[in-house]
C-alpha cells in the first residue's frame, strides 16, 4: 500500500534528530524576548526543556491511548484518567483526579431506515463502518453511530434536503414554500457547528435530522480514502455533540454551577436548556445516498450539489424515512485530570494549560495526540523540577472529560474554581493537536505576538522553527479554529470561537487564552477509523509532529510561568477591536438601522488602543516591582466581559468574542453588537454598543491605573 507522506519524513530517521538537535536554541548571552529583562537564564532553562520531549516515546504514549474505545464515563475512559494521572506524578506535579456527576445520553438503539413512494425499503442502517484491513473497527466497544444531546423518539416522515445547515439555507427552502413541519431533514457536514444545524430544523418545526459526511467535504472527492489514502470511507461516520453549545456549554443541569458529585438536586435545573428536542443521527454517505437519489422535488441550487453521482435535488417526495432514537439520559461520573506544580513567586497567578482526553472511539488525532503532547511537555517541566528549577508561577495541566459531549469536564472545573481564575494569566489550549504537518494557532489578540514568538524558538522537524515553516507554508487551520481576523502584516493567528476547551475559560471566566494544533488531509474525523492505524499510515508516521507540538505547549507553559512582565499586548487588541466596530458600522448602515450612534464605541476602541500604547512601553521598561503591572495587564481581560453576558444567553460574559449563535464553532467579533445588527433590532444594536463601550472603557481605564 502506498501512502502519501509530507516530504520531511522521506528523511532518513537517523538524519532528522539531528536537524531537530541542531536546531535547539543555543545560550544566546543577551537575546532579547518581550517580557523578560534578561533573559539568558531563561534561554538556559527553555533549552533543556528542548531537549526532552522524546518522538518515540510519544509514538507509544499515543497507542496505549488509543488501545481502546474511551467513550466520556466509561471504564475505559477511566483507565486513560489513571494513565495520565500517573504520568503526571512521574513527572513530580501535585495530581488529582477530580469526578464530576453529569447528565449525559449513551444509545440504546438507533434506526434508520428509508423507503421509496411505492414502500420498497431503500436502505436500513446506520450500515457498519468497514474496511478491508483496519485493525481496530470490530473491537465491541465501538459505540454505533449516535449524536450526544439528541432527543429519543420513533418518527417517520417525508425527506427534505437542506444542503448545510445554515440558516441562509433553511430561508431558502422558506423562500421555495417548502414546509418542514413534521418533515425529516436531510443535510450534510460542514460550514457550521453540527449543533445549530439541528438548532435552526427544530426552530422550522422538523421532527428530525439526519447529519451525513458528504464525499465532496472530506471523501473520494478530496482524494484517496483510508486505508490506500487519509479521506472518508463511504461507510465512514462522523459523531458528535449536537448540544446546544452557542447558548451554553457544560452539563445541561447546573449552568455556571459546578456539578460536583455531592451536588444538591435543588441546585439542578431541567436538563434541557442547551439541547434540542428532536431527533438527530449521523449517518455516512454509504447510508445518505439512498436516500439522496430517489428525492423528488426542485433541482438543487448548484452550490447545493455535492459529490454523490447524482443530480441533487431539494424535496420533499419520493422518500419517505423512519427513524428510532432510544437514548439513555443519567447522570455519568467523568474524571478530570490536574496536576500542579506551584509556584515560588507568585502562587496565585496560574499559568493553566489542557487538553481533553475522551473519544467518541478511539480519538488518536482528536483528542489523543493533544493528550500526548501534554504529556511530552509536562515529563519536560518534570525534567526541570529533578534539575532543582521552580516556576514563579503556579503551572496547572488539565486533561479534560466529557469534551466532545459538550465541553463538560472542563466548564464544570471553571465553574467550580472561578474565584481562583481571576488571577489566572493564561490558558493554554491544544486538541487536534497532530492531523499532519501544517501549524496553526488562535489567540486572543494581545496574545498572538506571543505565539509567534514561541514558534521562533521551536525547531521543526525540517530543521528550521516552527515559526519559518508556518510563515512560508501560511497554512489554515480547521474551520472552526479560525475566522475572519484582520491580518496585522504577519502570520495569521485566528480568533477563538468554540468548538474546545478554551471556551469557559476565555468567555465565560475572561482569562487570556490561545490554541494550538497542525493539520493536514484529515477526513476520519470522530469516526472508528481515527484510530493508531490511520495516524502512523497518515498523519505523522515517525511521531516527530507529537514532538513539535510538545515543544510548543510546553514552552507556552514555561515563557509565560516565568515571565518578569506578562506579555500581552493590548494595542494590537484595541487595534483589531476598531477594525471590528468598523465593520459593524458598515453593516448597520447596510441593513439601514438609523438613528445608532458609534461614535462613544469608536472613542472606547482609541481609549484601549492609547492606553495599550502607554503600557506597552511600561512593559519595554519594566519597574523593579512589576506585580501592579501584571495585575492591571491581567485584569484588563476580565474588564472585557460583563456581568449580564449577551443577551438570551447569559453564561457568555466575553463582549469581544463569542461562538455564533447560527456558527457554533466560528467566532463571532463583538457578539452583542454584530447579533443585533443581524437582527435589525436598532435598540438592542443601540444599547450592546453602550455595553461594549462601558467594557473597553473600564479595560483602559484598568491599564492606566498602573500610572
Known sequence: MTVRKPLALFLSVALIPLLVRAALPSPPGQQMV????????????????LSVPDAKLAGEALKTLTAEPHLASTPQDRRTAEFVAQKFRAAGLDTEIVPYRVLMNQPKAVKVEAYNANGQLLMSGPAREHVDGDPYEDNPNVVMPFNGSSGSGDITGEVVYANYGRLEDFDHLAQQHIDLHGRIVIVRYGSNFRGVKVYLAEQRGAAGVLIYSDPQDDGYYKGDVYPEGPWRPSSGVQRGSVQYLFKYPGDPETPGVASTPDLPDSRRVPGEGNQPHIISIPISFHDAAPILENLKGQSV??????????????????????LVSEQDYQRRTIWDVIGKVKGTDYPDEWVVAGNHRDAWVYGAVDPNSGTVAMLE??????????????????????????????????TEWVEQHGKELEKAVIYINTDVAVAGPDFSASAVPSLKQFVRDVTKSVPSPSGVSVYDVWRTARSE????RLSNAPSDGDVRVGDLGSGSDFTPFLQHAGVPSTDIGSTGPYGVYHSVFDNYAWYTMNADPRFFYLQEMARVFGLEALRIADTDVLPYDYSNYAREISSYIESAHKKANEYK??????????????????????????????????????????????????PAGLPNRPWYKHTIYAPGEYTGYAAVVIPGV???????????????????ADALNRAAQTLNNTQ
Not at 476602541?605 to 521598561?621: D, E, F, K, N, T
Open 593 to 642: 438601522l438609523g438613528g445608532i450612534d458609534f461614535t462613544p464605541a469608536e472613542q472606547a476602541a482609541s481609549h484601549l488602543a492609547s492606553a495599550g500604547q502607554r503600557i506597552r512601553g511600561v512593559q519595554m521598561v519594566p519597574p523593579a516591582n512589576p506585580a501592579k503591572l501584571n495585575a492591571a495587564l491581567r485584569d484588563a481581560e476580565t474588564a472585557l466581559t460583563t
Open 34 to 49: 518581550f517580557g523578560y529583562g534578561d533573559f539568558s537564564r531563561q534561554a538556559k532553562i527553555e533549552e533543556k526543556f
Open 377 to 410: 511537555a509536562v515529563r519536560g517541566i518534570g525534567a526541570l523540577l529533578k534539575d532543582g528549577w521552580r516556576p514563579k508561577r503556579t503551572m496547572v495541566f488539565c486533561s479534560w472529560d466529557a469534551e466532545e459531549q459538550g465541553l463538560i469536564g472542563s
Open 674 to 692: 454584530n447579533e443585533a445588527i443581524e437582527a435589525k433590532d436598532a435598540n438592542r444594536t443601540r444599547q450592546q454598543l453602550d455595553v461594549l
Open 301 to 322: 441550487p448548484q452550490g447545493w450539489q455535492g459529490a454523490l453521482p447524482f443530480r441533487y435535488h431539494e424535496g420533499p417526495g419520493g422518500v419517505k424515512v423512519h
Open 477 to 480: 487551520a480547521l474551520e472552526h
